[in-house]
């Protein structure tokens, strides 16, 4: 059993950066695959991206690639999300994840956070 907590999450002009922060519980936190999803107002929920286990494989949305990092840090059960550059298309609810393996489908994780809202102005 994996709880998930997200935070840093606020407002920010086009252009700035924030950095999200998702803290576990459990012990098998560094045993899983973790993920960064986002869910706007009205729409699915959608990938954004994903780190392995031991974080030495990323994968990122093609919206966000060059702007957005995820890293780990196992020994914080900790998964960050650094946001650079942010257009208001970014705005909604960001949620992290855990499951067994790297993907970009959100049916595949097993555990979720509550989410932290992020809102771009323009």
């Known amino acids: 059993q994996v709880q998930l907590v997200e935070s840093g999450g606020g407002l920010v002009q086009a252009g700035g950066s924030l950095r999200l922060s998702c803290a576990a519980s459990?012990?098998?936190?560094?045993?899983?695959?973790m993920g960064w999803f986002r869910q706007a107002p009205g729409k699915e929920r959608e990938f954004v991206a994903t780190?392995?286990?031991?974080?030495?494989?990323?994968k990122y949305a093609d919206s966000v690639k060059g702007r957005f990092t995820i890293s780990r840090d196992n020994a914080k059960n900790t998964v960050y999300l650094q946001m650079n550059s942010l257009k208001p298309e970014n705005t909604g609810v960001y949620y992290c994840?855990?499951?067994?393996?790297?993907?970009?489908?959100?049916?595949?994780?097993?555990?979720w956070g509550q989410g932290t809202q992020v809102t771009v102005s323009s």
């Open positions: 994840a855990a499951g067994p393996s790297l993907d970009r489908v959100a049916y595949t994780y097993n555990y």
């Open positions: 459990g012990r098998t936190f560094s045993t899983y695959a």
């Open positions: 780190i392995s286990w031991n974080g030495r494989v990323t």
